[in-house]
């Protein structure tokens, strides 16, 4: 079964810290989104791309987040710099473009920033 | 303001019986739904699609409804076994233009199958 790959699976650091996390979405798939993980929030979409260009990234806090999708292989969300309210467990999904489609999950990075 | 809410945040059933979760939402007009399966550090797992215009949709020993009218989905386990212990997540679709869906998700109800 095909699967999207998220790395690191987990990461710990220090506040202020860049943070980067990295996502291999399903071969073919040409939609790609970030989510973020709390028990407060529950699960909230952070940006989407549509064939590797950014759709919406209006869920990000845009002054240290960023999104990028430098080809089709490879999906992006940078941290910098990190503070502790970013912990959180981040996730991608992939999918088709076109209604009824399912989306595809990793199995997320858990981020603790301390 | 625009919400989704699922019934409780933990619902504990006796092995066999059926579990059924409930998802209302208030200020969408959602194209489709979708239910999701998340077990404990893992990803969603997508499991049915019911759209606007349809009332029902089964898979297996799963069952979902959709009543626009009343602006509730129902997901339904027939049997239930311990391994459908898992928290479940629905999440409405809205057309965000150019083709493309986005999905917001509620936060979830957390299933317990005691055997």
């Known amino acids: 079964d095909a699967r999207v790959t998220q790395t690191p699976r987990h990461k710990v650091t220090e506040m202020g810290q860049e943070v980067t996390m990295r996502c291999q979405p399903i071969l073919g798939h040409n939609t790609v989104f970030w989510y973020r993980q709390t028990m407060m929030q529950g699960l909230e979409l952070l940006a989407y791309f549509r064939n590797r260009a950014p759709l919406d990234d209006s869920g990000m806090p845009k002054d240290r987040f960023s999104a990028e999708m430098p080809d089709a292989t490879l999906a992006t969300l940078k941290i910098q710099p990190s503070e502790p309210r970013d912990s959180a467990v981040y996730f991608c999904a992939s999918g088709l473009v076109g209604e009824n489609q399912p989306q595809h999950f990793g199995d997320g990075t858990r981020l603790s920033i301390l | 303001s625009q919400k989704i809410e699922q019934n409780s945040e933990a619902l504990n059933i006796q092995e066999g019986k059926t579990a059924t979760l409930t998802c209302n939402y208030t200020?969408?007009?959602?194209?489709?739904l979708q239910w999701y399966r998340q077990d404990p550090g893992r990803g969603p797992v997508f499991l049915l699609l019911i759209r606007e215009n349809e009332k029902e949709k089964r898979k297996e020993r799963l069952k979902v409804t959709f009543d626009t009218t009343l602006k509730q989905s129902l997901f339904h386990i027939t049997a239930s076994q311990p391994a459908d212990s898992a928290t479940y997540l629905c999440?409405?679709?809205?057309?965000?233009?150019?083709?493309?869906?986005?999905?917001?998700f509620g936060k979830g109800t957390k299933l317990s199958v005691i055997p």
């Open positions: 999440a409405l679709a809205v057309y965000s233009g150019a083709g493309s869906y986005q999905l917001t």
């Open positions: 200020n969408y007009s959602p194209a489709y």
